[in-house]
């Protein structure tokens, strides 16, 4: 089997917080670190990048061994600067005296020579900043200001490439855009990626594995879909912000459907049947707010196992739509709606809904 491009494991210490850390990135590949602030997440990659030197484990990049500190072997340390690895931060740290193209091609050895030059007109055409070459910082809107700071990471061709939430100041639809960009980049130039993040879309759109941190610990890690969508686990859901997670009780299994009951006061639910479960089990039971379909009544005919009658008791604005509290006999399901659909059905405070829902929109969690 193949050496990952970027990989290691490290502990290290920054004032009290400590962080453990096992990685593994290949070449065009993105791995996300998800989780919520101070969860260790950027030291991660301060640490990578040799910002900050760990106690112990070792980091390799491309083949070498960048930091070393292991029993029984010679120690290792590769100053950040002869890493080759590219930096881009949330601030983007941006020349404010030097022109766009100035700044693409700070890092490159011959600033002003020929290949220096191609290869700046090579990002900005890939980078769509055409046109731009001659402005200065002052003059650039935030989504070019992050496009010229992904571009001056990339000019010196790294070897990894670490991005800490570089889209968080940008509104949604400037980070679907520049998120697009950077995946079609990532594999253009085949290079490993390292991104920080505590959206979970962007980490759905863009990782190809993700690692959950909590507390400098990884505590869930795979296919993004499967570790953000359906986490097995109560905290990692917790961690990754599934809406609802209700404790009920099983009182029936129904082999023949392929699904059990579950259930919580006056309301229950069918959920996908699940081994390690029997009748009588207390389980909590997940489901995505995106999952749940609101109607002004019940469906005829509907494939959804799930109906529950409730009343709107709160609508909170929730980008790039709403979320609808709904009081569903003393159970509260939190629902996400676009705000087309929030007008066209004239949702508000008070209002008898629906929500209508697949089994297979119910996941089991573990503690």
């Not at 290949?26 to 996300?32: E, K, M, S």
């Not at 099983?250 to 009748?279: F, H, K, N, W």
């Amino acid at each position: 089997m193949s050496k990952p491009a970027a990989g290691g494991s490290f502990s290290a210490s920054i004032g009290g917080f400590r962080i453990s850390l096992d990685f593994s990135v290949d070449a065009g590949q993105v791995l996300v670190l998800f989780g919520s602030s101070g969860a260790g997440k950027t030291t991660a990659l301060r640490t990578i990048a040799g910002l900050a030197r760990p106690e112990s484990g070792r980091i390799e990049i491309a083949g070498r061994t960048v930091f070393a500190d292991e029993a029984g072997e010679p120690p290792a340390w590769v100053p950040p600067h002869l890493r080759r690895v590219g930096y881009v931060t949330q601030q983007n740290h941006l020349f404010p005296h030097l022109t766009l193209s100035q700044n693409i091609a700070y890092g490159l050895p011959e600033r002003r020579g020929d290949s220096a030059r191609q290869r700046v007109s090579h990002l900005v055409r890939r980078l769509q900043l055409e046109g731009l070459e001659d402005r200065r910082v002052s003059q650039l809107s935030g989504g070019q200001q992050q496009r010229t700071a992904l571009a001056r990471a990339l000019a010196p061709s790294p070897d990894l490439l670490l991005l800490d939430e570089p889209f968080s100041s940008l509104d949604m639809e400037l980070r679907r855009t520049l998120g697009a960009e950077l995946r079609s980049a990532i594999r253009e130039l085949n290079i490993p990626v390292i991104m920080v993040t505590h959206s979970r879309e962007e980490a759905l759109a863009l990782g190809d594995t993700v690692q959950i941190i909590d507390a400098g610990r990884t505590v869930a890690q795979g296919p993004p879909l499967s570790v953000l969508e359906q986490p097995g686990q109560g905290q990692v859901a917790r961690l990754v912000g599934v809406e609802n997670l209700l404790n009920m009780r099983i009182p029936a299994r129904l082999p023949q459907d392929g699904t059990m009951v579950c259930e919580a006061g006056e309301r229950s639910l069918e959920t996908p049947l699940a081994d390690g479960y029997a009748v009588g089990d207390t389980v909590t039971v997940g489901i995505r707010a995106s999952d749940i379909i609101l109607a002004t009544g019940p469906l005829p005919q509907s494939s959804a196992r799930n109906t529950w009658s409730g009343v709107v008791s709160a609508v909170d604005l929730r980008p790039p739509g709403y979320e609808v509290a709904l009081d569903c006999a003393g159970t509260l399901l939190r629902c996400h709606i676009t705000g087309a659909s929030l007008e066209a059905m004239n949702i508000s405070s008070g209002q008898p809904l629906w929500a209508i829902f697949k089994a297979s929109s119910c996941f089991l969690l573990s503690e």
